[in-house]
């Protein structure tokens, strides 16, 4: 379980959680408990982010030009702020899905040998 977001810089790897940020951004805007319980969905509960981590976060992903706030609303007395995905984000958490899938693929296609154990 991860609680810490902070993302890499913009040459960088996308830490597991902050992909997991932007990723759930990729079906549409999401509000800060919207994204939290869709990261949760897509990870099957295993990366868990805590509002404060969330907002962290997503600060510095509005400044690397990943995610843009999209609008506001007043819900029961509360501001509700929504962000969505930028094409940069787009194209960054993709690019990291397939370096992702990449390293997979040369792990599982390597057989795991014996060990020689001195006679």
Do not use: C
């Not at 982010?49 to 609303?73: K, M, N, P, Q, S």
């Not at 787009?90 to 693929?105: G, I």
Request: proline share 6%; charged share 30%; glycine share 10%.
């Amino acid at each position: 379980m991860y609680s810490n977001a902070m993302p890499r810089p913009r040459s960088g790897r996308l830490g597991e959680p902050t992909y997991f940020i932007v990723a759930a951004l990729l079906g549409g805007p999401l509000h800060g408990y919207g994204i939290v319980r869709r990261v949760a969905e897509l990870t099957d509960g295993r990366v868990r982010i805590t509002a404060g981590t969330l907002y962290g976060a997503l600060d510095r992903l509005v400044a690397d030009g990943l995610v843009e706030r999209d609008r506001e609303e007043v819900v029961a007395g509360r501001p509700r702020r929504y962000y969505h995905i930028t094409d940069e984000g787009n194209a960054r958490v993709r690019a990291e899905a397939r370096t992702l899938r990449s390293a997979a693929d040369i792990v599982e296609g390597v057989p795991l040998r014996a060990r020689v154990r001195p006679a």
